[in-house]
């Protein structure tokens, strides 16, 4: 089959942009104390301007979304999450604070790429009626209509959330990477769509339990990355954050078939807050 338009001989236009949705780059820096202390005074000044220009996300370069935050423990001393629909906008601020007048005292210490999507076990407006029918709705009942006419108005503007997300201003986040069970016996990806489909209903009324306390975004690490989803959440305060991950671990989904990596907790700052936490150039 040929691809592209007939008789001609240029490239078929290439893109590195998804058909809908993000690509998604989490990325974590410590400062080498080192660099910092031979840097002069000017150099940090120059140094500065630099890394906030950059990490500026109004700047005409900066991706779609661009978030600073610092992070609690050793792990790292700042991370960014970054979306865009162009991967190489989201992996160009990486290159440009690795080589800023900083770079040489930025020490990169764990990074994941990832997509948006949305998931297959989001329901669609039947599958939404079904659940309803089996939780013991009456089809013709006034609450099955409003419940319907609820979900359909806000459908929409959840999946568009999914796809191109607007941060919550939400100031404690937390991102980890997962993956789904592959062993014999306890194989996610050999369980039945139907049996999937039931946990990870149980899963999303646990976690709506947490809405307005919790925001979640899903991001997709598989074929990507080296695990296969990556987890953002972020929170009003971090004492959500372990009570959300502590109610999950006893969802099925997650008590018999995830696998956790590590856990990086953070602060959202802007970039200026971010270097004087850190006591960068000040
Ligand atoms: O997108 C949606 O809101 C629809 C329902 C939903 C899906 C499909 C949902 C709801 N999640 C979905 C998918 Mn989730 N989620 C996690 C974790 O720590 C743990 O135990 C697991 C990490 C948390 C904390 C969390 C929170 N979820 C997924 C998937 C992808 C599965 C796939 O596609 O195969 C993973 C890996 C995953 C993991 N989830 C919610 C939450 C919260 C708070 C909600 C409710 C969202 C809301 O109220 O809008």
Known sequence: MSHGPPHSHEPAAISLQPDEGWHCSHFYYAFDRGVLASMHDAAHADARREILEILDPEAAEAPERLQTSVVAGDKADFGLMLMDPDPLRIESVNQRLLSSRYGPALKPCYSFVSMTEISEY??????????????????????????????????????????????????????????????????????EFDQRNRLMAEHARSGMQFAGKVSQLITVGVGLEDWEWGVTLWARNPQFLKEIVYKMRFDEASARYAEFGLFYTSYITTAVEMLSHCRVGV
């Open 122 to 191: 989001v329901p669609s407006l039947e599958q939404y009626a079904e659940r309803l029918r089996a939780e013991g709705e009456e089809e013709e009942s006034a609450g099955f209509k409003a419940k319907m006419k609820a979900y359909e108005g806000r459908l929409p503007a959840m999946n568009q959330q999914r796809l191109t997300p607007e941060f919550p201003a939400w100031p404690a986040t937390c991102f980890y990477p997962m993956n789904k069970k592959r062993e014999v016996g306890e194989n996610w990806f050999l369980t």
